[in-house]
């Protein structure tokens, strides 16, 4: 097996990214190296160890922390989406609870109905909050949001147990969502380092 | 050709710079080179001190690319060794000032020492 051979596969230490970019050069270089020294002896390879022990782990860890940011930021934007749907699915919940308080009023509405009613718009409001405190991308907008939810989430299970015949459509947007949101509020959040040369 | 910049911070930000860098960013400050003729300069510059493998010298370009110190100058044979295609690096003007930067802060350092006549006396 040719010193190049052996040096191509001490390359598979590096991210396939770097490889990827620098290999041909580095191999290259290596193939100079090798000009210019004797490579049938111990302290070439241990030069060429030394390099590669020294410096894959190093760019192993950046390529991973790379990876971490671009995570965090498609995490970032999906969280904007999320923001944007739950402003408009908040919006469209107070509407809906205010046409079914019109359809009411034209019969008769029991208390426990209108009580429901009340719930659910205000279910309605603290979910579009909650949507706005999102796309607020600080500490604290993320907090308002989390209480905003759970205070919408508690109201819709209320209003569920007032008014038992809730549409199926209504309990799994009611609670499924601010459920999910949740569950996507505590997904970690990375601060990008600065960039060291 | 890819160049690859962060947003534009102070040189002084940069500092200190690892051994292997101001190196490399000392080397180009002559012009153009490819990868072996930076790690020639280097060794050198060093009387043989300094030695960059080719796993050290790629990352730390990689590194200084990335923060728009140095930039790509284009891949071509070079005419003393005449084999394949080599790619060219080269310094920005950032690179140029934080190397000068570093310069200032070693010197000044280097100049401390004086003082303390830590170097600059015979030893008895």
Redesign the interface.
Known sequence: MSAECIYRLLLRA?PPD?RA??GR??V???R??CRESDVRTVGFWA??L???A???P??RVEAWRERGRDNTRTMEVLMKLAAMLTVLVGAFGVLNVMVEWGAALTGTIGGMHALALVLGVFASALLLGAGAAILRPTQRGRQAARLALLASLVMIVAARLLFPWMSVFSQLVGIGFPVAILIALHWPHRVSPS??? | MVTKR?AARPPEA?LP??PA?FHILLALADGELH??AI?KGVAARSEGTV?L????????????L??G?VEEGGERVDPE?GD?R??YYRLTPLGLSVARAEARRLDAMVRAARRKKLIGVRPA
Request: hydrophobic residues 35%; contains cysteine; aromatic residues 14%.
């Open positions: 590096y770097f970019e620098y050069e580095m290259l270089l290596f100079d190296q030069t060429v030394c390099d590669v020294r410096s894959a190093a760019l960039g060291a040369v | 962060r940069y710079l690892p860098t990868g072996y790690m030695r493998g080719p796993g050290t010298l790629y990352g730390s370009l990689k590194r200084l990335e923060a110190l060794r394949e080599r790619r």
